[in-house]
């Protein structure tokens, strides 16, 4: 046997060495599957195969590129390029060059991204004099992307009556109109968007039968990866390629399908012994990743989905700490609860943070993580976007926000003067600027005086221009009596920046909208902590001082040892020592879009599966009792999928939640109980109640919040609080009193925080505990 041979198990070994004929290996998470797809191609290839006719298809070029790699060690790296392995997309744009012209396409098509192509439906909807608010150029690319991943062609389109009218019904008659015209313009252009790539290789195969015999015989041997993602499209084009010899080996895991909004569907996996004789089915049930505790949660989880495959993953691991549960009463102090045990754990043990993942639901939830993290100065990276403040729409509502303090802050008027649109032009703007330049004035000051410059400028645009300028003065009148949260709720509305967001209904939008909504939760937030700091009074300019500060500390140093913070979606396939899996709460995880049927729930259900089966070592889940909406306090129930977890391997850092249902009725409609025909459950007479003894009263009482005296009688040394006590507050952490000033309730403290610096609280507002 090859040396490389003995680093595997028997389960692995059994299909590494399946020579012919058509398998599936349903791989659990942890089990290495990526080494068996490597080895089972290394062996091939020590058996014969010619590596032209081996072909791999992968999800990512960072899974194809790290295999390439691998069999690169065993077989030599001349041999290993031949091998025909990459992504879906990268290997059929391959073949689709070669045969372009049966098509009609030029061997050096271009291939457009979305943003290509939606700017090209923008341009046709706006040359067929369409009301772009109704067809929306987005929702419209997203539709086409459907079709074609459905493979739905035009002409499929214009003979399907049951969809021209479903899109009449939609306001949307001219749908068809369009597809073809997106179409017809990029095969004039000698481009394919990506839907096209997997589409017109269906149309290639389909079409022309020596082609598909060609590469039947070149691709004796197919190995799919993660096969349970597959579309419909994708599914016919393998099936098609295997359909002469049957040497396929599918390897993935249906209880990892979570990407049904993308068009995977798990029936692919789940109905692969119908398509194929004599199917030989392998299980890589052995957990080399986690312990045995996490291990046994996520089966626990999995086995409450109907739809599934049946396998046992287990691991010869260690027991492993058990998965801990942490209630919150906000978000924002789930936030710190993270910060802080990541604090602890990584000082405890002296590992770095890269051992660190925060994994979410939605991307608006990074936000409460990074303020927590960034207050412990503990480093992190956003994968799969930009840092939360940096994002378009956020930047979009701090730009306003600037304007008001100083409108002659022209980069953010640039950004905002037409967004949303009002009608100023480019032509306009550049003018304004000219003007700006040869008065040695702001754009703005330029805009207040139109009347006073020569500037050629239509009624129309002055008009428009002139608006702006009041709005954003109308705004600074009402921001002198505004906190920064109701300023900026204030500013998103009228500006119209929701009202344009909610326009466009894609995920992408509605990702948008809620970003949005955690930036005022953010905002509501601030303004509550402000009002514990003395000299503070929650305004704009201290939430955008403390932005700017923010933007600092979060600055790149080009290390890579940072705290991880994703989605989900995003983690899969990949793996972290410690793993916090956060938003742990009803209508949030599962999602409240993803609740209609079983089949969607047990989506979600998969999705908590991966999230907890990427840690190694330990993982938490944490869920908060309220959460702000909107600015509005929403209580929030614990997620059904805490419940599922098997208690025996779970461990509460708080008393848990009893029930996630809140009861129908109100108490106060029966009325009061007659307490005196109770039974009295008074101790009997000579013997005394159990109480603390005086040691532990000692430290009750120095243990005392100062919160609990507030009236003009307030005294702090009666609350031990006096210059050099140590003391720890909720949120800034342990720090010293270094001065006491002031009287009863208008006394405050400086005090030196360990992490959060010098801050002066109001002490009858302060939640501080003595702890020296």
Known sequence: MQEYLKQLNEAQLAPVLHKDGALIVIAGAGSGKTRVLTYRIAYLMSQGIDPFSILALTFTNKAAREMKKRIAEIVGSSEAKNIWMGTFHSVFAKILRFEADRLGYPSNFTIYDTQDSQSVIRAIIKEMHLDKDIYKYKQVYSRISSYKNSLITVKAYFNNPELVEADAMAKLPRMGDIYKGYVDRCFKAGAMDFDDLLLKTNE????????????????????????QDTNHSQYLIIKALSDRFHNICVVGDDAQ?????????INNILNFQKDYDDVKIYRLEQNYRSTKNIVNAANSIIEKNKTRIEKVVWTANAEGAKIKVNRSMTDGDEGRFVAGSIFEIRMNNQISNGDFAVLYRTNAQSRAIEDALRKRDIPYRIYGGLSFYQRKEIKDVIAYLRLILNPKDEEALKRVINYPARGIGQTTMERLIVIANQYNRSIFEVIQNLDKVEIKINAGARTKLQDFAIMIQSFQVLNEGYDAFQIAEHVAKKTGLLTDLKKDGTPEGIARIENIEELLNGMRDFVEEQKEIADTTGALSEFLEDVALATDLDNDKGDEDKVALMTIHLAKGLEFPYVYVVGMEEDLFPSGMSMNTRSELEEERRLFYVAVTRAEKQAFLTYAQTRYRWGKLIDAEPSRFIEEIDEVYLEYLTPKTEGRYKTLLDSDIFGEVDKSKLRSNKPKSGTPPAGPSESQLRKLRKMRPATSASDKNFNAEELNLIEGTLVEHVRFGKGTIVKIEGN?????????????????LLLRFAKLNVIS
């Open 744 to 760: 009863g309730a208008d006394t405050k403290a400086e005090i030196k925080f360990e992490n959060g610096g010098l801050k002066k």
């Open 204 to 227: 290639l195969l389909t079409r022309f039968p020596d082609v598909l015999a060609k590469y039947q015989n070149r691709f004796r041997y197919i190995l799919v990866d993660e096969y």
């Open 257 to 265: 399908s979570i990407y049904a909004f993308r068009g995977a569907n």
